[in-house]
C-alpha cells in the first residue's frame, strides 16, 4: 500500500516500507529504520540507518515509526454505515424542517443514534463513536457518546430528542425519549449561550469586515436563544419556531438591519438571565438515571448477541 505523508524534515525518524538498495551495494530490509539525513536532487529521502549505512526512498516508501507500528497492530474497524442501518433506535429530522423554518429549497437533515454490540467494544477496534452516512444528510451518535453530549446541553443532540418529525423508533429508542427530561439542567444556559457569544463575535467581526455577515446563520443562532430562553422558564424544550418564523426568515434573508438584530439578541440575553434566575430545571442533569440506563443497555445488547 502506498502512503504518502507530510514532508520530513532532517532528524525524522522514519522506517522503510520496502526494501531499498543502500550505498554499500546491500540492502536496507523492509522494517528497516533510520534518520533523514537529507534529499537528494530527485527528491528522494537520503536517510542514515542505525549501523550507518544511508539508503534512498521515495516519500512513499517511509513511514514515521509509530505510524508504522500503529499499521502493524492494526485490526479491521467496525463498518460504520452497517451499525447505522441494522442498530438505529431512534432517528429525527433536524434543522429547518423540524424548527418550522423550512422553504422549498431547505435540505432533510437526519439525526440517529445507534446501539454498538457490546461485544463491539471487547475488540482492539473499537466502534465508530458517530457516523457521517450512509444516507446523505444523515449523521448519527453512538448512544454513549449521545448520552455524553446531551448531558452536557449540546443543543444538537437535544433537538433530536425534541424533534416532532421523527422517522425511526424502537423500543429501546421509546426509552431514550421517555428520559429525555433527565438531560435537561440548567447547564443549557452555559451551552446555548455561550455558543451564541462566541459566534457573534466572529460574525460581528466578518460584518465590519464585509459588511454582510451569513445571515442564515445569525437566524439560527437568534433561534437558539429563544429555545433556551423557553427552556429555562418553562423546563421543557420546544424545536418548532411557532410566532417566530416570519421575523426569522427575514432574518435569514437579510431584512431587517444589523442594529435591529443586535438589539433582539442583547433582549435575549437579558431575558435569558432572568429566566436562569427563576428556572424550574435543576443544577445539573440526572447523570445517575442516564448511566444506569445505557448500562442496561448494554447488558440487554449482549444477551441478544
Known sequence: MSVVGPQLPVGTQVVFRVERPDAAGGTAQRGATGRVSGVTA???YVVRLVDGRDATAKRDQLSLRTAYQSEAVAVDQPDGDRLVREHTIYAAVVGSRAFGLDTDTSDTDTRGVYVAPTEAFWSLGKPPMHVDGPEPEWFSWEIERFCELALKANPNLL???HSPLVVRQTSLGEELVSLRKTFLSQLAYQTYSGYVLSQFK?????YRRDGAPKWKHVM???RLLLSARTLLAEGKLTVDVGPYRDRLLAVKRGELP?????????????ELDNALRKTVLPATPDVGTVDAWLRSVRKRSLGDA
Do not use: N, P
Open 258 to 270: 444589523w442594529d435591529e438584530v443586535e438589539r433582539w439578541r442583547l433582549t435575549l440575553h437579558e
Open 220 to 222: 439560527h443562532l437568534i
Open 202 to 206: 466572529k460574525i460581528e467581526a466578518d
Open 159 to 161: 433537538e433530536v430528542l
Open 42 to 44: 530527485d527528491g528522494q
